[in-house]
């Protein structure tokens, strides 16, 4: 629910359209109320998209493109306008035996045997 939601604006991006916008958590609150949910405010902003599943100038399609509409930060654990020099060191999975290398290791290759 929007009450719930702990950042000051929520942002809507699409993977297709490249839509997005971003609105303050206030006033989705006075526009839908404070006991709306995010899903709710989701299905709103994809209904704007062309590639809307219920657009009724398109045709249903099993594998057609459909709106890839989302709210970036749900279920983000750091507000997302943190500084990236605020937020700390992160440990990162792996190590230097995981890193990629930064040429493609020498191949062995067999030498001819016999012959002259
Ligand atoms: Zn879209």
Redesign the pocket.
Known sequence: MLRDFPWVVVRMR????R?GGDVRLAVFAEKYGAYATLGHLVIQ??KG????PWNPTRRPQKYGMK???YCMDLRRPDPPDLPPGMSGLHLIEGGLSEKLPASPPEVERRKRVGGD
Do not use: L
């Open positions: 699409c993977h297709f359209c839509r902003f994809i998209c062309e590639w809307a709106c890839g509409g």
